[in-house]
């Protein structure tokens, strides 16, 4: 897959077929969309392209607002390389980008940059200066400037549209078993393993420690059947999200134990998925009364793990 940073008309694309837009999280809706331009672009004999921002737009005309992410950039381009995209369009959102019209979008990105002939956009989609372009206008636009414009419907699942910001919701809600079924995928988040404070030993269930990314969504605070990816081998986990209510002066932070035993991963890189949800976070009446609530997350979270696996294999 090509990542090409700007628009440019001196780039040459076969029969470009597109799309617009962010696609934080590369949720069913998303993926759905995708598989439209890709089909298109191959019955063409074209090329599949998605024109998306970096930084995201709310990153600018709102750098005030607390705005998470479900993925990180390099984990958006490796979702459209295994959609099948053939090429990312970065571009550079500044607030003079965001002040084109719609007219001149179309004319200076969509025409002359891109020389898009065929436009796959969900149905509420909105661009140029306040978003002051909505679907018909750029299907006026688009007969002005020779491309064909597909309006997309929303994919619905368990009773409403599939959208990043219900997402979002879901698993700042704990519910990510939720989530996963929105995304076709459970939500994860990864990083380097740090030193924690040791209490894992103590208690019986040493853990690796992550700190929480500040800009990515995180689930509330509770226990979660997990699997945890170390290399390339997968682990069967719990993980806890948390401040550790039940002991004096604790940060909020992640910490996963793995099921097999296995821990001694200080400065790895590791990757946890997030199945379901055990319990909410507690305050307990000291270690020996924790030790026994924490045996029986471990086999509750067995048990989700057991089903999460039959339902994969089925």
Do not use: W
Not at 136 to 146: A, P, T
Not at 210 to 230: C, E, H, M, N, Q
Not at 253 to 270: P, T
Not at 291 to 310: K, P, T
Request: glycine share 10%; hydrophobic share 40%.
């Amino acid at each position: 897959m090509k990542v090409t940073r700007g628009y440019s008309s001196r780039t040459v694309r076969p029969y470009p077929v597109g799309t617009i837009g962010n696609f934080d999280g590369h949720h069913r809706g998303h993926h759905a969309l995708l598989q439209r331009v890709i089909e298109t672009a191959r019955k063409k004999e074209g090329t599949a392209v998605v024109l998306t921002f970096d930084p995201h737009p709310v990153k600018i005309l709102a750098p005030q607002a607390d705005f998470r992410f479900l993925t990180d950039g390099r984990e958006k381009l490796a979702r459209f390389e295994q959609a099948g995209i053939d090429e990312v369009v970065l571009v550079e959102f500044t607030r003079t980008f965001a002040s084109l019209t719609p007219e001149l979008f179309a004319e200076q990105v969509l025409y002359n940059g891109l020389g898009f002939k065929e436009i796959f956009v969900g149905q509420h989609f909105a661009f140029g200066h306040k978003r002051a372009g909505k679907i018909d206008d750029l299907r006026r636009l688009g007969e002005q400037f020779d491309f064909m414009v597909h309006p997309t419907p929303p994919v619905t699942l368990d009773g409403g549209v599939v959208s990043s910001t219900r997402i979002r919701q879901l698993i700042m809600a704990g519910q990510v078993d939720q989530a996963m079924l929105l995304l076709g995928r459970p939500y994860a988040l990864s990083g380097i393993v740090i030193p924690g404070d040791g209490r894992g030993h103590t208690l019986g269930c040493p853990t690796a420690n992550l700190p929480l990314p500040l800009d990515r969504v995180t689930p509330a605070d509770g226990i979660y059947a997990s699997i945890t990816t170390v290399g390339t081998d997968r682990h069967d986990s719990v993980t806890y999200v948390g401040s550790k209510p039940t002991f004096p002066g604790g940060t909020r932070g992640l910490e996963v134990y793995l099921l097999n035993g296995q821990y001694d991963l200080y400065g790895r890189a590791i990757t946890v998925e997030l199945i379901d949800r055990v319990r909410g976070d507690a305050q307990f009446d000291g270690e020996e009364a924790l030790r026994r609530q924490m045996a029986i997350d471990v086999e509750s979270a067995r048990q989700l793990l057991r089903r999460y696996h039959d339902a994969m294999e089925a």
